[in-house]
């Protein structure tokens, strides 16, 4: 009975992480399309939901990389392997909820990475961590995927502005407007189906530590059709602040670079996810969206923030491990069983309602402004 | 000793930089050529070019026609595997 409560518990948090995912990307997927004007905010959240949920059905090689090739399994499958899950999940959501509090886009899914390999640092050492998997499919193809989509998008807002060169600004500035509405659709797509499937992993990951499934197997069409939708909900609930950051603060955008950076940023996840490499897709939006500034003048990528945004990125790995040992190392303290999850869950619960309730009183949610 | 080198696919990395340079590249130049169509086709009607109207408007026409295939073809490759 222990083993399957936790189970459940390690199900729910994971989908809870999910939504926060959804919730804390909303801006990666949307930002640029409001701050260009090519939709209403409401229009292009409602919008980015739904394809949020659509792409989660795409592909499931992203998943498979996390179910095995971050951590093994089999080292995991011992007493404790579901909270070492439950650990590093936890982990990432008090990441991604923290750099939420302060506006900062950082990576829901290196939170979720770094999480897991800390906590299972903790529990097990370096043996249960796939050094191949973890450099070959996350690390490197993370460092690589942003650098992509700045140039890309460089070369794209280049070539935009080649073509549409003497025209009047009115029907150019239609057009991308127009062009947006299938651009910003990829890039919810895309994100739906890199970020809903690292979810989907997880739970895979914990099924086959608890020996529901069997090492090496696919996600339950539950499993996919639940992270689907705690993604579309989370996307749907949307974060304001880290709008603002990720669409006006960055840089001051025309229709024609919100049209490039989402274009840039979508193809690069959609390419990604078929090879299965579990992308951040923060670090790539918002790698799109300085290549499409930088293109037109280097002072138009507003240096500090975007510094800031860097910063943030690299303490996340780091930060969400680091939160994940400790939560696991309370889950020993508490006895290894049931009883840990419980209360950190119930405490959670409260310090993120006491989070919600603190920020609604400094101020009503922020809507990105137009450029 | 693992070095970056022995541990990262570089063939399917390298095919995902490709897919994903190449389809963002190839859909901005057709959807601007697309731009520039249906701005040059409302320029030339009001110029009485209709030759030249029609002709850009035509360049609109098939960009969009290439944009939905693009994406088609796009997210079918991804889901066929």
């Given at each position: 009975m222990d083993a399957h409560l936790i189970l459940i518990i390690v199900v729910v948090t994971a989908l809870a992480f999910d939504f926060t995912n959804g919730f804390h990307d909303t801006a990666n997927v949307v930002a640029t399309s409001i701050s260009t004007g090519a939709a209403s905010p409401k229009a292009a959240i409602a919008f980015a939901a739904v394809l949020n949920f659509i792409g989660a059905f795409i592909s499931i090689e992203v998943a498979a990389t996390i179910a095995s090739d971050v951590v093994d399994p089999d080292a995991l499958s011992g007493a404790d392997a579901l909270n070492v899950v439950f650990a590093g999940l936890m982990g990432a959501i008090a990441w991604n909820l923290i750099t939420w509090y302060y506006g900062l886009p950082s990576s829901s899914s290196h939170a979720l990475i770094g999480g897991i390999v800390g906590s299972s640092l903790a529990a097990v050492g370096t043996g249960a961590i796939e050094i191949d998997g973890l450099v070959g499919k996350v690390l490197v193809p993370g460092v690589i995927a942003p650098i992509l989509a700045f140039l890309v998008a460089?070369?794209?807002?280049?070539?935009?502005?080649?073509?549409?060169?003497?025209?009047?600004?009115?029907?150019?500035?239609?057009?991308?407007?127009?062009?947006?509405?299938?651009?910003?659709?990829?890039?919810?797509?895309?994100?739906?189906?890199?970020?809903?499937?690292?979810?989907?992993?997880v739970i895979t990951l914990a099924l086959i530590a608890d020996g529901v499934l069997a090492a090496g197997s696919d996600p339950p069409f539950w499993v996919i059709f639940s992270a689907a939708t705690a993604i579309a909900l989370g996307t749907y609930s949307g974060g304001w602040k880290i709008i603002k950051t990720t669409g006006t603060k960055i840089i001051k955008m025309d229709t024609a670079q919100g049209f490039s950076s989402q274009g840039a940023g979508a193809a690069v996840i959609m390419a990604s996810s078929h090879f299965g490499f579990p992308l951040s897709t923060?670090?790539?939006?918002?790698?799109?969206?300085?290549?499409?500034?930088?293109?037109?003048?280097?002072?138009?990528?507003?240096?500090?923030?975007?510094?800031?945004?860097?910063?943030?990125?690299?303490?996340?790995?780091?930060?969400?491990?680091?939160?994940?040992?400790?939560?696991?190392?309370?889950?020993?303290?508490?006895?290894?069983?049931?009883?840990?999850?419980?209360?950190?869950?119930?405490?959670?619960?409260?310090?993120?309602?006491?989070?919600?309730?603190?920020?609604?009183?400094?101020?009503?949610?922020v809507a990105a402004g137009h450029s | 000793m693992i070095t970056i080198a022995t541990v990262v696919s570089w063939s399917e990395l390298l095919q995902s930089v490709a897919a994903g340079a190449v389809s963002a590249i190839l859909l901005t130049i057709v959807v601007s050529l697309g731009i520039r169509g249906t701005a040059k086709y409302v320029d030339y009607s009001q110029d009485n070019r209709m030759g030249l109207a029609y002709a850009s408007l035509a360049v609109g026409g098939i960009s969009v026609v290439l944009t939905a295939t693009l994406i088609i073809i796009g997210i079918y490759l991804m889901a066929t595997g």
């Open positions: 460089a070369l794209a807002i280049s070539i935009s502005y080649r073509i549409v060169n003497n025209l009047r600004p009115g029907p150019v500035n239609r057009g991308y407007r127009f062009g947006q509405i299938f651009s910003g659709g990829l890039l919810a797509l895309a994100h739906g189906t890199n970020d809903a499937q690292k979810t989907m992993g923060t670090h790539v939006i918002n790698g799109g969206i300085m290549g499409s500034g930088i293109a037109k003048r280097l002072s138009a990528v507003r240096w500090g923030v975007a510094g800031n945004i860097v910063t943030a990125w690299l303490l996340t790995l780091p930060a969400a491990a680091a939160i994940g040992a400790t939560i696991y190392g309370i889950t020993v303290l508490a006895g290894g069983g049931t009883v840990g999850p419980v209360i950190i869950s119930v405490v959670s619960v409260v310090m993120i309602i006491a989070a919600f309730i603190r920020r609604a009183r400094r101020g009503a949610p | -």
